[in-house]
Each structure stands twice: as structure tokens, then as C-alpha cells.
């Protein structure tokens, strides 16, 4: 069976940090693109950041150098650091892990992030 379970979100003021953390099982970490999307109110969900499993990284232009994914293939879990948050950047975020090599594509629950004064 397979999990992805976020952690990390919550209400912060603009400007602040969260840390969000994805912990998968059931699935064989290291080998999956893994991703943070999130989906605000009356919005599409859409691409925050992407890290391959080589390493290879992706960010959407409105969190370039606020945001960073990394991840711990020995840990199978991939974070995603939220600096200089803005209220724009409220939204569910979700973690996703791809493998188009045996058209595999999973998705976490969800947290929410709250940026507000």
C-alpha cells in the first residue's frame, strides 16, 4: 500500500518559514520524480517544485529563490523549504510522486498553509 504523508504546515505571518516534509512508503523512494503542488481556493493545482530522481530540480517562477525542495532518498522522504512567505502562497499543498518509466503517479492528503497577518 502506498503512503505519502505531509507534515509541516500551518498559519505563519508573512515573511515567516515552514518546513514541509513528505514521508513515503510502499514504494521504491529513490527511483520516483517527486513533487509540491499546491491548490488555493477556486484555483487549478498547480507545480511549486519538482526534484528527480537523479536530482534534477524544477520551481514555479512565483517561488524562485523563497523555496527549496530537497530530498533524502535513505529517509524516503522529500521536504520542501518556505522562506519569505507571502499570502499568495496560502494554499493545500500536496506531495506527489511520479514514475512515468512504470506509469505510476501517487498523491499525499494534503496540508495547509495559512500566510496571514
Known amino acids: 500500500q502506498v503512503q505519502l504523508v505531509e507534515s509541516g504546515g500551518g498559519l505563519v505571518q508573512p515573511g515567516g518559514s515552514l518546513r514541509l516534509s513528505c514521508v513515503a512508503s510502499?514504494?521504491?523512494?529513490?527511483?520516483?520524480?517527486m513533487g509540491w503542488y499546491r491548490q488555493a481556493p477556486g484555483k487549478q493545482r498547480e507545480l511549486v517544485a519538482g526534484?528527480?530522481?537523479?536530482?534534477?530540480?524544477n520551481y514555479a517562477e512565483s517561488v524562485k529563490g523563497r523555496f527549496t525542495i530537497s530530498r533524502d532518498n535513505a529517509k524516503n522522504t522529500v521536504y520542501l523549504q518556505m522562506n519569505n512567505l507571502k499570502p499568495e502562497d496560502t494554499a493545500v499543498y500536496y506531495c506527489n510522486a511520479n514514475s512515468a518509466l512504470i506509469f505510476r503517479n501517487y498523491w499525499g492528503q494534503g496540508t495547509q498553509v495559512t500566510v496571514s497577518s
Open positions: 526534484i528527480t530522481s537523479g536530482g534534477r530540480i
Open positions: 510502499g514504494i521504491i523512494f529513490s527511483g520516483y520524480t
